[in-house]
């Protein structure tokens, strides 16, 4: 399973870099505005520590506008990945994008039926955001479970970024389901990686080999 960086703050992708268990990072407008930093400044930045897909969202609404500002976003680097909202102009400007070898990841996605279409215009992911469906009272990982099929049963190349991550257990029932990535926000990843039995186990380890004769 692929692991991408959910945050624009390059401190934190820097120590999950040096981890070795980074393979992208998605950026929202959100997470650049909470970076408090300037919105290509910091995508770039973010390209030079992780030599994989960096998502950066286009905020346009119409479909013209949205594909002349992924053409600027992907000029930026190689590894640019283009979000674009999953809405009807959205839909137009991925299909166009495609044809272009401009890579999307379709984002705001809340139901298998928008990941299927999504797929059909040629994205290269979707993000269904599972944490925001889960706070309306139905189960977000039934989208990951029935897009992960669909696109298994058609061949699509399309993978799922499962979005929205709120703990552990998310990234571990995707994982089960099969989904190829989980974008992790770096304070859930720092809860994966410790065990309060972890750290007692090396304490205790480190107690009794002092007892070891030498
Ligand atoms: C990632 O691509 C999404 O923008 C992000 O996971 C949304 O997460 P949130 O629901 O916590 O804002």
């Avoid at 040096?18 to 400044?41: M, Q, W």
């Avoid at 992924?70 to 299909?95: M, S, Y």
């Avoid at 890579?103 to 298998?112: K, P, Y």
């Amino acid at each position: 399973m692929k692991f991408f960086l959910d945050t624009a703050i390059v401190e934190d992708i820097r120590w999950a870099a040096n981890l070795g268990i980074v393979d992208g990072v998605t950026t929202n407008p959100s997470l650049i505005a909470r970076s408090g930093r300037k919105f290509e400044e910091v995508v770039k930045e973010i390209t030079e520590i992780v030599d994989g897909p960096i998502s950066a969202e286009a905020v346009s609404l119409e479909a013209e506008k949205m594909v002349e500002e992924a053409r600027k976003l992907a000029k930026i680097h190689k590894n640019i990945v283009v979000k674009i909202p999953f809405i009807e102009e959205g839909i137009k400007a991925v299909k166009v994008l495609s044809k272009e070898g401009i890579r999307t990841n379709v984002t705001l996605i809340f139901s298998a039926s928008q990941a299927l279409i999504a797929a059909k215009v040629g994205a290269n992911y979707v993000s269904p955001f599972i944490g925001r469906i889960d706070d309306t009272g139905a189960r977000g990982m039934n989208v990951v479970e029935e897009t992960v099929e669909i696109f298994e049963n058609y061949g699509y190349q399309t993978e799922v970024i499962v979005a929205s991550i709120r703990h552990p257990l998310h990234v571990i029932e995707a994982a089960v389901i099969g989904a190829h990535i989980a974008t992790i926000p770096p304070p859930i990843l720092k809860k994966m990686i410790s065990h309060p039995l972890t750290d007692k186990g090396v304490k205790m380890f480190l107690e009794d080999w002092k007892k070891v004769p030498k």
